[in-house]
């Protein structure tokens, strides 16, 4: 499978046609590590240098997702807005492939259109800490820090303002979330814990945290007791990751049994299989196989008891509806993620990075009715993209992708 592709793109503003690279999660880049708010180191290509585009002839500067939606209605005002682009920031936006440099051109005027538009203070704030991140990826501590407290300063306006609106809940609580990290890497500890205590008793009142930002918040919480005394009676709960560690050979064994567990609970005639055996078992022995060899990497013994059953959990449910509706074009690739094989089939199974659905999605075709979704959430923008896809969210857990345990939605269409 191709690590990444070229797609044009219209600008909205003066029509031109450029072209745009895209990359593909697991393939262009694989995670390795995410800081504490929320950045993804990675080996491969880092997608935030792509998260924006401009137009090379008119200079218009948007976020990839939003960029057929300019920020202002009055498209004269924009026009003259857009004379200020220098040439050679135009002459960057031409080339499809990023550097940290370029890409930090493009965030600019991203930012200065989102100031001169009068855009909500948390997409401002966003915006600079993206740009932050972009400082960190180049080693620039110093600029990093400068962006981190503007972003900071950003969300802070943002959540003090009763005029700001927030296009979900989940971007409400990425804002209070941000700013409480923030606060915590720049040393105003005592802001930390105001803002992680509102985000706690948000997750009292029943919203829910994703098992990435809920861990984040426990660590910081440790480190914050012994800084600042009011963080000292506040409670945060239990942390979810299980102390003990599973040996590699314990691992295996658990495979093992999960397998043969597995094969006998998903037989032929429970599960109504029409065609022969080989159809539904071949890749349920082939993804046994995976796991099998990625039991012996280092990093495997490092998974808790709990985070394998949440697998193991939507694992069956997976096999359960391939089973059941005959989701025959069902497959394992390298990468170690299921999907489908062929664009004219009834039923279809997706395993991917969130970012990615909806291009499988597409490629199902009008003759798919049943479509189950396995949303591997790897990032912050995995968890925004994933409440704006139109799926049902079914349950939720844990998927086995690139030799790692994420966080992951079930979703049914």
């Known amino acids: 499978m191709r690590p990444y592709w070229y797609e044009e793109r219209t600008c909205p503003i003066c029509g031109n046609t450029f072209q745009v690279k895209i990359l593909r999660s697991g393939y262009a880049y694989r995670v390795l590590a995410i800081d504490v708010d929320m950045f993804p180191h990675v080996d491969g290509e880092h997608p935030v240098l792509y998260e924006v585009d401009m137009c090379p002839k008119c200079g218009y500067a948007y976020?990839?997702?939003?960029?057929?939606?300019?920020?202002?209605?009055?498209?004269?005002?924009?026009?003259?807005?857009?004379?200020?682009?220098?040439?050679?920031?135009?002459?960057?936006?031409?080339?499809?492939?990023?550097?940290?440099?370029?890409?930090?051109?493009?965030?600019?005027?991203?930012?200065?259109?989102?100031?001169?538009?009068?855009?909500?203070?948390?997409k401002i704030g966003l915006t600079l800490h993206k740009m932050a991140w972009i400082y960190r990826l180049i080693g620039n501590d110093e600029k990093e820090k400068e962006y981190l407290g503007k972003a900071l300063q950003m969300y802070e306006e943002a959540l003090s303002s009763t005029k700001e609106r927030y296009p979900s809940k989940e971007m409400f609580v990425k804002v209070i979330y941000s700013a409480g990290v923030i606060a915590y890497m720049l040393g105003y500890y005592e802001k930390a814990v105001k803002y992680l205590n509102d985000l706690l008793k948000l997750e009292q009142s029943g919203q829910k945290l994703s098992p990435v930002m809920r861990k984040h918040v426990f660590d910081v919480w440790q480190d914050l007791r012994g800084k600042v005394a009011s963080a000292e009676n506040i409670d945060i709960g239990k942390e979810e990751k299980s102390a003990e560690d599973i040996s590699e050979d314990a691992m295996l064994s658990a495979l093992r049994n999960a397998y043969r567990t597995l094969e006998g609970k998903l037989s032929v005639k429970e599960m109504n299989i029409s065609s022969d055996k080989k159809s539904f078992y071949t890749p349920l022995k082939r993804f046994y196989l995976a796991m099998a060899h990625l039991s012996f990497l280092e990093h495997f013994n490092k998974i808790d008891a709990g985070s394998w059953k949440d697998f193991m959990k939507m694992f069956y449910q997976v096999m359960e509806f391939f089973g059941r509706t005959g989701a025959r074009y069902a497959g394992i690739s390298s990468g170690y993620e299921m999907l489908f094989d062929g664009r004219n089939a009834t039923s279809c199974i997706i395993i991917s990075p969130v970012s990615m659905v909806e291009d499988y999605v597409k490629q199902c075709g009008g003759h798919t009715k049943n479509i189950m979704v396995?949303?591997?959430?790897?990032?912050?923008?995995?968890?925004?993209?994933?409440?704006?896809?139109?799926?049902?969210?079914?349950d939720e857990g844990m998927w086995l992708y690139d030799g790692r345990l994420y966080p992951c939605l079930l979703f049914k269409k």
């Open 374 to 394: 396995v949303g591997i959430i790897e990032t912050e923008e995995d968890e925004a993209l994933a409440s704006n896809l139109g799926f049902e969210v079914v």
């Open 63 to 122: 976020y990839r997702n939003e960029f057929d939606r300019p920020p202002i209605k009055d498209r004269a005002e924009l026009i003259k807005f857009l004379v200020k682009v220098p040439a050679s920031d135009k002459v960057v936006a031409a080339k499809p492939d990023r550097d940290p440099e370029g890409a930090l051109r493009i965030y600019q005027w991203v930012y200065n259109l989102l100031e001169f538009t009068n855009a909500p203070k948390h």
